[in-house]
């Protein structure tokens, strides 16, 4: 190597290069003169740093021992080179040990990097398994919060059917009575001249009519009312109710009308859809003894391909229109909420409302395929929602009344009348016969079957009551109709399954007429019957 020193040559005056350690290099650096000595330190930084900077080279350059020759070469003139060998053999093995430690740094540093990546990657897998916990939980909750509704949903559904059962069972029993009470005082007040008399049978009527109305309600909210559906203008009704409740209510109270659905027409039976806006006025005024605004809106409602539950109720997929009475009174307590639909449950003081006013509108919305809601809270007021399907298929009309008995038509005919309840079977015998016709009567429906065997055909028509033990109304009919196929048949009942009466109804020479009934409307309903009859 060109320029390269031996360590022995040109020693500095008093360096004794025999002498060991660090007082070795000492002592030569104390003989040094002052001026080359100064000259010497000036230059021992950049020295340093260029040892410094080789010590750190990779791989095996640091172990060659050219090391401190190219050093003195580098950073010293030649005459330097003892001066340079002597610090070199100094610094190096600190320099080295300097290295190990940072290679011992570097390698910790990168430990502990890897450990930080280990840790990272735990903390990701924490977090997402956390973030996949708290998910489940959540849905776990949400799971249990919908079976919790589902099976409080179902509980209501079971016992509002319990409820309607039993409503039902009361309302058969009461139309029988009923019945039985309004067909005697009819009667007696066609004989009695005396004006006095007559006019206290009208009391009896009419309470016996109020009665009836309390049935009525009853079977709406059972949903076994008969209905006479019709092509009907939504818009018109309430405009029709909301003038008799304004001429009901007092001053304090005003009626707003909103009617902005574009599709108001509905199937229904307009005396019944009538009734349930003027059920929902009548309590809107009711909360508001001080005064106050009922608002009655329509709007339009659509109802998605899978349908909409509420409550009981199911809505179809299609089009709907919604009816919302609004009324600024006291509102609903929260725990009253869940019985509001119930028959005989009201909040109301004693004396002042039966209970069968919202049951009621329940039935009767439900039984038009519809469904009810309401959103009340205390001091906020309450929105009752009807909601009613666009344009639903016609049913049925029911047998029209007439105002008397003269619609009877010709007598003479031999009628069986079927029905366990021997007053109203009694209470028909006597119609029957004030309208000119032969009675045969049967209080089960296989004694009816015996009688219509025995007679064959000359038995012109049959009275058929649908609520009996045993063989019941269905099945007696199918029964008449195998032995005598085009055989007129009234069906008359207060408490019948309407999905069976409609079957019924589509054969031929079929009608029906509910329970209770005066006798122009009996009177009209056998004439129709047999007017069918005579023309089948």
Not at 73 to 97: C, K, V
Not at 280 to 294: D, Y
Not at 411 to 417: D, E, W
Not at 444 to 450: H, M
Request: proline fraction near 5%; include cysteine.
């Amino acid at each position: 190597m060109g320029g390269l020193h031996s360590v022995s040559a040109s020693p500095l005056p008093g360096f004794a290069p025999g002498r060991p350690g660090k007082r070795h290099l000492l002592d030569g650096c104390v003989a040094v003169h002052a001026d080359t000595l100064a000259d010497a330190l000036a230059l021992l930084p950049d020295f340093t740093r260029r040892v410094r900077g080789l010590v750190l080279l990779p791989g095996d350059a640091f172990a060659r021992r050219e090391l401190a020759a190219e050093l003195w070469e580098i950073a010293l003139p030649p005459a330097w080179a003892p001066l340079a060998a002597a610090l070199a053999g100094l610094l190096l093995p600190q320099m080295e040990q300097q290295r190990r430690q940072a290679d011992r740094i570097a390698a910790q540093d990168d430990l502990l990097r890897r450990q930080g990546e280990h840790l990272e990657l735990l903390r990701t897998s924490f977090d997402h398994k956390t973030g996949e916990l708290v998910s489940s939980l959540a849905r776990q909750r949400a799971d249990g919060e919908a079976r919790l509704r589902a099976e409080a949903r179902l509980r209501q559904d079971d016992k509002m059917r319990s409820l309607g059962q039993l409503a039902g069972g009361i309302a058969h029993d009461f139309n029988n009575m009923i019945c039985s009470i309004m067909g005697a005082a009819e009667m007696l007040q066609r004989e009695l001249p005396d004006a006095r008399a007559r006019s206290r049978l009208d009391l009896i009527l009419g309470a016996a009519e109020r009665s009836a109305g309390l049935t009525r309600q009853l079977l709406a909210f059972t949903r076994q009312a008969p209905l006479q559906r019709q092509e009907l203008d939504l818009h018109r009704l309430v405009q029709e109710a909301a003038g008799l409740l304004e001429r009901g209510m007092g001053r304090n109270c005003r009626i707003q009308l909103r009617l902005e659905a574009d599709r108001p027409r509905v199937q229904a039976d307009a005396s019944q859809l009538v009734g349930a806006v003027l059920n929902l006025g009548i309590n809107a005024a009711q909360a508001m003894p001080a005064g106050g605004t009922i608002t009655i809106a329509t709007a339009d409602r659509a109802v998605g391909p899978a349908g909409e539950q509420l409550g009981e109720a199911r809505l179809a997929p299609g089009r709907h229109v919604a009816v919302r009475v609004i009324d600024t009174g006291g509102g609903i307590a929260a725990e009253d909420l869940p019985r509001i639909f119930e028959p005989f449950f009201t909040t109301k003081p004693v004396g002042v409302g039966t209970g069968m006013g919202l049951a009621a509108v329940y039935g009767t919305v439900l039984e038009h395929g519809g469904a009810v809601a309401v959103d009340s809270r205390l001091g906020e007021g309450s929105v009752f929602t009807l909601i009613l399907p666009c344009l639903a298929e016609p049913a049925l009309p029911a047998a029209a009344p007439s105002s008397g008995p003269a619609a009877a038509g010709a007598g003479g005919r031999l009628l069986l009348v079927i029905d366990d309840e021997e007053s109203v079977r009694r209470i028909a015998m006597l119609f029957l016969e004030e309208l000119g016709h032969q009675v045969l009567e049967a209080a089960s429906g296989a004694a009816g079957l015996d009688l219509l065997r025995a007679h064959g055909e000359a038995i012109d028509g049959v009275l058929l009551d649908m609520q009996m033990p045993g063989m019941d109304g269905a099945a007696c009919f199918r029964a008449l109709r195998e032995l005598r196929p085009r055989l007129p048949v009234l069906i008359v009942s207060g408490h019948a399954d309407l999905a069976a009466v409609h079957d019924l109804r589509r054969a031929s020479h079929c009608s029906f007429l509910a329970k209770p009934y005066r006798l122009g409307d009996f009177a009209a309903a056998v004439a129709g019957l047999l007017g069918r009859g005579a023309s089948g």
